[in-house]
């Protein structure tokens, strides 16, 4: 006789049909584990009550048009055997696979998180390297602003020498003009009045007088 375990008709119930399905739900996990007879959490459970359900269906069908009613009717608890070797090495081989995928998705989920951690530091150490740009782009422009300001402050004072010495050259070349037209100098605010035709006109040549001596000192012969 195969080995049997008795469980509350409710747990059954839950089980099979659904009804208090969250109360009995540890209850549920240690059926499935009796006759899948294995360590069933409650992620892989519902695997392996599918598996379950279906080879109790296939062994009693007059239990699939059984409501929650009828079914409680059939006494307070039920007992329920383990599952066929066939049917538990299913069951084994479904955990294996999705021990498999449940491990993948660990490490995807880890490398993930490591991808989350590299980013938001890479994320922090730009945003910090555009914080130094934006100083550093300030710190130039008060630089540039500052050095116009230097430069303007440097170029007026040669430019008002250039001015004064533009104005100095306009009155001498004036002055020039004045010389050729008139032999006289004029300078501003009374200066000095025309050196008689520049400098006293060139006086002329006192007369020679001749006596009449014959320079006989300048003679070829002497």
């Not at 996990?29 to 899948?36: F, P, R, T």
């Not at 498999?100 to 890479?122: H, I, P, R, S």
């Not at 116009?148 to 430019?159: D, F, H, Q, T």
Request: net charge negative; glycine share 6%; charged share 25%.
């Amino acid at each position: 006789m195969a080995e049997t375990k008795v469980f509350p008709m409710n747990t059954f119930m839950a089980y099979l049909k659904g009804v208090d399905k969250e109360g009995q739900a540890k209850g549920v996990v240690e059926l499935v584990s009796y006759m899948a007879d294995t360590v069933v959490d409650e992620e892989l459970a519902p695997f392996a009550a599918a598996i379950a359900k279906a080879w109790i269906y296939e062994q009693h069908p007059e239990v699939i048009a059984m409501n929650a009613a009828q079914l409680a009717a059939q006494g307070k608890n039920v007992s329920v055997p383990k599952l066929p070797a066939a049917t538990m090495s299913e069951i084994g081989a479904l955990f294996a696979k999705l021990g498999e995928y449940k491990t993948t998705m660990n490490a995807q989920a880890e490398e993930l998180a490591k991808v989350k951690a590299d980013l938001a530091a890479k994320t922090a150490t730009l945003a910090d390297a555009e914080a130094k740009l934006k100083a550093a782009e300030a710190a130039v422009k008060r630089f540039e602003d500052s050095s116009v300001k230097e430069s303007e402050k440097l170029l007026v004072a040669p430019l008002s020498k250039v001015n004064e010495y533009i104005g100095k050259v306009d009155e001498l070349l004036k002055m020039i003009e004045d010389v050729k037209k008139h032999g006289v100098v004029t300078v501003a605010a009374g200066g000095v009045a025309g050196a008689a035709a520049g400098g006293a006109a060139a006086a002329e040549p006192e007369p020679v007088v001749d006596f009449g001596v014959e320079d006989t000192f300048t003679k070829s012969d002497w």
